[in-house]
């Protein structure tokens, strides 16, 4: 892997009680590159991405971050400090936006920048506009999650991790709570952000757009990382059986 | 609830879908009206069948007359107290849950002990032992040659009255503010630590704002549940609704007469504070509404 990795994992093991979630994982992302991280329900990608900015505490491993680096032993404490401002390098988005109810969409897109990075209100608001435009949701900015559609949150919720610019964008199944109608909408400002040269992680199960957007793709199965490549390589061409056996009917489905 | 708010466009007679439409709101309409009236006519016939009874037992409507003043002039005492005890035992309970959800050690054994404590006890037995027991401290503390501590523990009987029903109220809320903050989902707080806040931040900025939300129905029940709990204060002497009416009761025999102005003034003092709370969630359901 190359030198200017800006993330980079090294034997990740979680365990959830005797669940022994991933069994050691190690790979790194080098900036503007766009991973996506595919695999079965339960295979323990979702957990990967979440021990990323520590919302899941590991049980094991070295997590470096744009330089900030955090080894942690199994069965000792390690510095909580420290990997709360490791987290400030990512953003991440929700398979259920989370976006706070009580806020309107712009409170929501500025609340880190104000309480987080004690940013006047007077210049957080600007910038808020700035990132809600860029998903297409200036004039939703003063309107609650409630009155919004489910890919709009979704936006407004990008918008928001967005406004901390943090190094690397975090997505965990970001499509997966919306209707079908609805789910263009999120990927193309996710297509948009890939194009600019966004470093981004995204856990999905749409297949069509990670062969689109992927630089390269990791297939997660029980808790490893079974392979990894390129999309043509993986869909294409996999070295992996468990990885032509995930993927062939989705391939079939999408011949039709 | 949304359906007779809605606002149609066109007039009457315009469209036979939108005819047919406002005909059935119409319907709901009057048959919610006339629901209404009929619970309203049975609490009046009620009322005049209770208020025949009373007549009929040597109840003296001309001394209810000439008293009521006097068993009025107590209740800015009640709504002060309750008012008052009200405040400290919110911030009882916020602190209460908050240590409890903590995972602080003494904070927890603290706010559990106090939770246990309070609610195993009953109010007035807490009222004695914080009017008639710490003042034996205090001159104990005194006597030792301590008088500044020693005078904390002397307390007049609204300050007893204020602080016991704190107390007792803050345990119970606390176990309100406990749920409240738990019904937030775990998503919102994982929401907030993505961009980065602590967890003052998230508490202040996040949880709390949609937790009080959800348990202000709560809150007012317990403010409306204090204000009848307060006639306990009259124990100790204090002048308001309970002990006044008690006084000319034992005094003239009166004691339907008295009691009956005294819970008069109790049934409207809530109701006029439930219609406050009404008041008080209509404004926080803004940003929830479509």
């Avoid at chain 2, 466009?9 to 439409?21: A, I, K, R, T």
């Avoid at chain 2, 005890?85 to 603290?110: C, D, E, P, R």
């Avoid at chain 2, 204090?238 to 009416?245: D, F, K, L, P, V």
């Amino acid at each position: 892997m190359s030198d200017n990795a800006i993330i980079r994992v090294e034997n990740l093991h979680k365990w959830f009680g005797l669940l022994h979630v991933l069994k050691g994982v190690s790979f790194s992302v080098v900036p503007k590159e766009v991973l996506v991280i595919i695999g079965r329900s339960g295979s323990g990608k979702s957990t990967l991405l979440r021990c990323l900015n520590f919302l899941e505490e590991p049980s094991s491993g070295t997590i470096d971050i744009a330089g900030q680096s955090l080894t942690i032993t199994a069965g000792t404490r390690y510095d909580h400090n420290q990997a709360i401002a490791m987290r400030l390098n990512t953003g991440m988005v929700f398979q259920d936006f989370n976006l706070f109810p009580h806020m309107t969409a712009l409170d929501n897109v500025i609340e880190g920048l104000v309480t987080v990075k004690k940013m006047p209100k007077d210049k957080a608001i600007p910038m808020g506009m700035k990132y809600l435009q860029k998903v297409g949701l200036e004039e939703k900015s003063f309107e609650h999650p409630i009155r919004l559609s489910g890919g709009q949150k979704q936006r407004v919720a990008i918008a928001r991790a967005l406004a901390m610019e943090p190094k690397v964008m975090l997505f965990d199944e970001p499509t997966s709570a919306l209707d079908p109608e609805l789910i263009g909408e999120v990927l193309d400002v996710m297509k948009q952000l890939a194009f600019e040269g966004t470093t981004m992680i995204i856990v999905t199960h749409e297949m069509g757009f990670a062969c689109d957007v992927a630089d390269r793709i990791l297939f997660v199965d029980r808790g490893i990382i079974a392979e990894s490549g390129t999309p043509d390589q993986l869909f294409d061409h996999p070295q992996d059986e468990r990885t032509r056996l995930f993927l062939e009917p989705i391939r079939k489905v999408q011949q039709i | 609830m949304a359906v007779e708010t809605m606002k149609f466009p066109g007039q009457p007679g315009s469209d036979p879908d939108l005819d047919m439409c406002h005909a059935l709101l119409a319907q709901q309409r009057r048959e919610r009206l006339i629901r209404t009236t009929k619970i309203g006519v049975v609490w009046v016939i009620l009322i005049i069948i209770l208020t025949i009874l009373l007549l009929q037992f040597n109840f003296s409507p001309a001394y209810v007359y000439q008293h009521y003043g006097f068993v009025l002039a107590g209740l800015p005492l009640t709504i002060g107290i309750s008012l008052a005890s009200i405040l400290a035992a919110t911030v009882l309970a916020l602190l209460g849950a908050v240590s409890k959800l903590s995972n602080n050690s003494i904070a927890q054994g603290i706010a559990g002990l106090y939770v246990s404590l309070v609610r195993g006890t009953p109010l007035l037995v807490q009222i004695f032992i914080i009017y008639n027991g710490l003042p034996q401290i205090g001159t104990a503390l005194i006597a030792k040659g301590m008088p500044q501590i020693g005078h904390l523990f002397i307390l007049t009987a609204i300050q007893s009255g204020i602080l016991a029903l704190s107390l007792n109220y803050g345990a119970y809320m606390t176990e309100i503010f406990r749920a409240g903050i738990q019904s937030i989902s775990g998503g919102q707080r994982e929401a907030a630590e993505s961009i980065g806040m602590n967890r003052v931040q998230i508490l202040r900025r996040v949880i709390l704002p949609q937790a009080v939300r959800v348990i202000i129905p709560d809150i007012a029940n317990q403010f409306i549940a204090m204000q009848k709990d307060s006639a306990l204060v009259s124990f100790m002497g204090i002048w308001e609704m309970t002990y006044r009416a008690n006084r000319f009761a034992r005094q003239d025999s009166k004691f339907m007469e008295m009691f009956v102005i005294a819970a008069l003034l109790y049934w409207l003092l809530t109701i006029v504070s439930s219609w406050f709370e009404g008041l008080l969630e209509k404004r926080m359901r803004h940003a929830y509404e479509r």
